[in-house]
């Protein structure tokens, strides 16, 4: 069992607007940033948000990331098939002083 | 280029131990916080430990507190660790990871399968 929930699912069709929620408690994703990660069939995961919406050098605009409270949320629009990955949050967790991720999703591309 | 290449992983039997490393490139090592992250087969992924600059900080996750050990070598930009006591659960890719921000850099990973 993940300390972060995330659906272990979510499905879109090419060109729409898909999101992916992460939802924590005070003790990480309330109280700390929170970074996605893209983890591509067979591949090494890649750092695609951190510090909640900062996108690193290459990962274009229309993937965004936000939070509210002890919830974060990973939006991808104009849904292309290269999407179709596994996708993670994380966040340092205070109380147990380790980073946390959460168990993933699986985002279709229909 | 940016580069982490593990490598040390391999058949264990329970209760063995090994020693992962990992080879960095392309960026001033001594600068960053590292980390081990793994990955069970088909399973999530779970951060193991991280280690500070200068090594003075690890911290590391309870389920391998007290048989796993993140250490490093600046001179030689080099990340380790060190697995005692293996046990079947802890079957699973080990990746090394650059942090700040965390999993900015990954390895290709390295697989480490603990059977008998």
């Known amino acids: 069992q993940s300390v972060l929930t995330q659906p272990p699912s979510a499905s879109g069709t090419p060109g729409q607007r898909v999101t992916i929620s992460c939802s924590g408690s005070s003790s990480n994703v309330g109280s700390q940033t929170v970074n996605w990660y893209q983890q591509l069939p067979g591949m090494a995961p890649k750092l695609l948000m951190y510090s909640n919406d900062q996108r690193p050098s290459g990962v274009p605009d229309r993937i965004s990331g936000s939070k509210s409270g002890t919830s974060a949320s990973l939006a991808i629009s104009g849904l292309q098939s290269e999407d179709e990955a596994d996708y993670y949050c994380?966040?340092?967790?205070?109380?147990?002083?380790?980073?946390?991720f959460g168990g993933g999703t699986k985002l279709t591309v229909l | 280029e940016v580069q982490l290449v593990e490598s040390g992983g391999g058949l264990v039997q329970p209760g063995g131990s090994l020693r992962l490393s990992c080879a960095a490139s392309?960026?001033?090592?001594?600068?960053?916080?590292m980390s081990w992250v793994r990955q069970a087969p088909g399973k999530g992924l779970e951060w193991v430990a991280n280690i500070k600059q200068d090594g003075s900080e690890k911290n590391h996750v309870d389920s391998v507190k007290g048989r796993f050990t993140i250490s490093r070598d600046n001179a030689k930009n080099s990340l380790f660790l060190q697995m005692n006591s293996l046990r079947a659960e802890d079957t699973a890719v080990y990746y090394c990871a650059r942090d700040h921000p965390m999993g900015s850099a990954w390895g290709q990973g390295t697989l480490v399968t603990v059977s008998s």
């Open positions: 994380a966040a340092w967790d205070d109380s147990l002083n380790n980073w946390v």
């Open positions: 392309g960026f001033t090592f001594s600068s960053y916080w």
